[in-house]
């Protein structure tokens, strides 16, 4: 199975800062296809997770564009350019590559300092 | 507007089943393939099973093999996972989740608020 490992685990951040968060998999994450199936999903405290972008950079509808997605292969990063109060939450990456199963990362848990 | 609504959590104690339910609305629900995801106390996110739009497909994870049974009722636009042999590492909130269209490797897209298994003698 793909494994998924993000870095931080915890990021405090300052309103109004950038935060980053990293993803890295176990293997490549290239499909066959060609397309790389890695999605980041926001889970906020009390509510149901939310897709905030899929196929590595595509923002779903509705999600701010102060949100970002980039990466390649194995190597992913979600970034945030200006964090609000309503980011906090727990972000997770996901990967549907190599399906089943689909595996997430463990979370990244952002607060605000 | 997507709705997910999950219920059929409760407490019970090892070895017992339950039966949890997730009724859709607000997309045509015979069309898409759908998902179970669970998270344990403290812990990630964590894949449980996924049914075919016709369920004629089913996946599930290791850790459920044997035990879980995901199915759906299109008539009535709901989504089932039957538990069965439950053992305290089951406890987590249970979401249902609404596979993405068009390619089943982009996972899910809409999630449910999630209902919770607590397994405990």
């Known amino acids: 199975d793909v494994v998924l490992t993000q870095s931080p685990l915890s990021l405090p951040v300052t309103l109004g800062q950038p935060a980053s968060i990293s993803c890295r998999s176990s293997q490549s994450l290239v499909h066959s296809d060609g397309n790389t199936y890695l999605n980041w999903f926001q889970h906020r405290p009390g509510q149901s997770p939310w897709r905030l972008i899929y196929k590595v950079s595509n923002r779903d509808l509705g999600v701010p564009d102060r949100f970002s997605g980039s990466g390649s292969g194995t190597d992913f990063t979600l970034k945030i350019s200006r964090v609000e109060a309503e980011d906090v939450g727990v972000y997770y990456c996901?990967?549907?590559?190599?399906?089943?199963?689909?595996?997430f990362g463990q979370g990244t848990k952002l607060e605000i300092k | 507007q997507i709705q997910l609504v999950e219920s059929g959590g409760g407490v019970l104690q090892p070895g017992r089943s339950l039966r949890l339910s997730c009724a859709a609305s607000?997309?045509?629900?015979?069309?898409?393939?759908m998902h179970w995801v669970r998270q344990a106390p403290g812990k990630g996110l964590e894949w449980v099973a996924l049914i075919s739009y016709d369920g004629t497909n089913k996946y599930n994870a290791d850790s459920v093999k044997g035990r879980f049974t995901i199915s759906r009722d299109n008539s009535k636009n709901t989504l089932y996972l039957q538990m069965n042999s439950l053992r305290a590492e089951d406890t987590a909130v249970y979401y249902c989740a609404k596979a993405a269209p068009t390619v089943t490797a982009l996972g899910m897209d809409v999630w449910g608020q999630g209902t919770t298994v607590t397994v405990s003698s």
């Open positions: 996901m990967q549907g590559t190599h399906w089943p199963p689909f595996t």
């Open positions: 607000g997309f045509t629900f015979s069309d898409y393939g």
